[in-house]
């Protein structure tokens, strides 16, 4: 299932995002496919952005995650 950010923009190469950059997946690349990724802006500390990283992270950490967004 394609989340919000997913719908805006097709995706991007990891090659082309900066460490900034969300790196959630956002396509089903198959072998030898190109793999494509968020791109969003990075929460501070984590790998993804706001909605990844509400995704990414449960339990324990989710609440950790939603005190640091706040």
Not at 42 to 65: D, L, M, N, W
Request: with cysteine; proline share 4%.
């Amino acid at each position: 299932m394609l989340d919000r950010l997913t719908r805006l923009h097709e995706g991007f190469p990891l090659a082309d995002l900066s460490r900034h950059q969300c790196k959630w997946p956002v396509n089903r690349a198959q072998a030898g496919e190109l793999h494509l990724f968020c791109g969003e802006v990075v929460q501070s500390g984590h790998p993804y952005c706001e909605e990844h990283c509400r995704k990414a992270y449960t339990g324990k950490a989710e609440r950790f995650i939603d005190r640091s967004l706040k």
